[in-house]
């Protein structure tokens, strides 16, 4: 239990990885968290349907959009 109290194991690059780690994920969540805001508040209704049914593909978005 002391290993993790001695003031060695709290070294400047252990310090750094530690924070660099902690950037990258904080940034990873936020990008993920920001996909998700914009997905569910794009506008679904300005997506063209196609005109038959069984087509695959979707059509670019309306003009007006």
Do not use: D
Request: aromatic content about 8%.
């Amino acid at each position: 239990m002391t290993l993790f109290l001695t003031r060695s194991y709290w070294s400047g690059p252990r310090i750094l990885a530690l924070a660099v780690s902690l950037l990258i994920a904080a940034v990873f969540i936020g990008a993920n968290a920001h996909l998700v805001i914009v997905a569910f508040s794009s506008q679904s209704e300005c997506v063209l349907k196609p005109q038959q049914e069984g087509a695959a593909t979707l059509r670019a978005a309306k003009p007006s959009c």
